[in-house]
């Protein structure tokens, strides 16, 4: 997962020219925006992704689930602050989607991580590794078209 959100930081600023004010200056501080906003995203998960493994308890994936799941509630109200230009409205709000979908994820995780069955916690595991990847995809996408919008 940690790839998948590292490329808004390189891609975004790489798609946006430098120089002037109005269209140019909005899309330079969108982009800034973005990578605040999801930069804290990158090194919070980067801390917590080696934690939930096949010998981890169920009690210390809980609390991982938890931080990670404030982690992403905190990315999505700072990526709902921001103000994408003209243009760029519905890709952001298919980012903040995807962001949030991490949540969801998690929050599915922890469910079936209450059970007292050995292989339904395996099981929850290998989903959210899943999910994970399947956005991280995801965001990729958007990622690339945000780039693409950047770049016209």
Do not use: W
Not at 31 to 57: D, E, H, I
Not at 59 to 74: F, H, K, P, S, W
Not at 120 to 132: N, P
């Amino acid at each position: 997962m940690r790839p998948a959100v590292v490329l808004i930081l390189a891609a975004l600023l790489a798609g946006c020219g430098g120089g002037g004010g109005g269209a140019a200056a909005a899309r330079k501080d969108y982009v800034k925006a973005l990578n605040r906003a999801q930069s804290g995203l990158t090194q919070r998960f980067g801390a917590l992704q080696q934690r939930v493994t096949p010998t981890s308890t169920p009690e210390q994936d809980q609390r991982t689930l938890d931080a990670y799941g404030r982690v992403v509630d905190d990315t999505v109200r700072d990526l709902r602050a921001v103000r994408p230009p003209a243009g760029f409205e519905a890709l952001h709000r298919r980012f903040i989607a995807q962001v949030a979908s991490y949540g969801t994820a998690l929050q599915e995780a922890r469910r079936r991580l209450r059970s007292d069955r050995p292989q339904t916690v395996l099981e929850a595991q290998s989903v959210l590794r899943g999910a994970v990847q399947r956005t991280g995809e995801q965001l990729n996408a958007t990622i690339k078209a945000i780039n693409d919008r950047l770049k016209d």
